[in-house]
């Protein structure tokens, strides 16, 4: 169901017309689940692009409008949350822009924009706002992702591990909440097939260090070994490798749409220059619910997250949206 905006007839306008319609969804459907702003590109970026690029309904769901960020942008310095405390709304457009290179056009704030604030990163007096996302009631903010999974139905989960990847915890509470709502969609008999965990493998940071030890712009700086690093997944327990290098572009325009976050010069950037586009459009996932499909080489890494799905096919009943169902 969709609102038409008011016509506007003989200069009076005319209240919203009310269409009734049915939305048939692409067989393929993918949910993210993500902290803040700017998590979505740098973390699957990619992954979104490339399941968008392929006809496959992408839906983002960000947790918070990341108030708490860092600004990088010097003219926006005074939009800070000790300032006039405007960033969140900035950053929805920012989130807009990366969205639309990303070519994702189902985005929604968990709870609708503003419900959860950025809880800055851990052990802040932040995390105690009364609207930090860290304080959030578990099963109140699932269930605003149990409506959308009832829409949507997707077969796809994706979101972080029990660390939230490395720690924030915004990234703890996401992983939290869509577990928990995994759990409650399973009771009503719509829980995705699978969910994934966003990761990296081991042998790829170990290439990295290995990469960077000659550049000027090295993330690894005064690290030694990987296993100080707060992430990082031995390659044997990796189920899914997305080689999205084709959508590097699109992921590259959506990092640069999150201008008070990356700055220009990030080294995120220098990845891609450096390296090639593997680096930044190969993203890789654990498996944490459902069955790993068929995959290859020698850990038989999944290439697609929807591989072994059974229901889906020009088979499989179709899905309709705006719960008209
Ligand atoms: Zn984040």
New binding site residues.
């Given amino acids: 169901m969709a609102d038409l905006p008011g016509r506007v007839r003989a200069g009076r306008a005319e209240p919203p017309v009310r269409v009734t319609g049915v939305t048939t969804l692409p067989d393929r459907r993918l949910l993210l689940v993500?902290?803040?702003p700017?998590?979505e590109t740098i973390g699957t970026g990619s992954t979104m692009a490339h399941y968008a690029a392929a006809g496959a309904h992408v839906t983002l769901v960000t947790c918070t409008l990341?108030e708490e960020g860092e600004i990088h942008v010097p003219e926006l310095a005074q939009l800070a949350a000790a300032e006039a405390d405007q960033l969140g709304g900035y950053r929805i457009g920012e989130l807009a822009a990366a969205c639309a290179a990303l070519g994702v056009t189902d985005h929604r704030f968990l709870g609708g924009a503003g419900r959860y604030r950025d809880s800055g990163m851990m052990g802040l007096a932040t995390n105690e706002h009364p609207r930090a996302f860290w304080q959030a009631d578990l099963d109140e903010a699932a269930g605003h992702l149990v409506e959308i999974m009832r829409e949507i139905r997707p077969q796809v989960l994706i979101t972080y591990d029990e660390n939230g990847f490395y720690g924030?915890p915004?990234?703890i509470q996401a992983h939290r909440v869509a577990m928990r709502a995994v759990e409650l969609a399973a009771a009503e008999g719509f829980a995705p097939a699978k969910v994934y965990w966003t990761a990296m493998p081991l042998s790829v940071l170990e290439a990295g260090m290995t990469e960077f030890t000659e550049s000027a712009d090295n993330p690894f700086v005064g690290i030694e070994d990987v296993a100080e690093l707060p992430f990082g997944t031995p390659d044997e327990q990796i189920a899914a490798r997305i080689d999205a290098t084709d959508q590097h572009a699109a992921k590259q325009a959506a990092m640069r749409a999150h201008a008070t976050q990356i700055p220009h010069n990030s080294w995120l950037y220098a990845i891609a220059g450096n390296f090639g586009a593997e680096f930044i459009g190969v993203e890789y996932y654990t498996l944490a619910v459902g069955e790993k499909g068929p995959g290859s080489g020698p850990y038989a890494w999944e290439d697609d997250l929807f591989a072994g799905l059974p229901d889906v096919g020009p088979d499989r009943a179709p899905v309709t949206a705006a719960g008209l169902r």
């Fill in positions: 993500h902290a803040h700017d998590d990341g924030h915004d990234h």
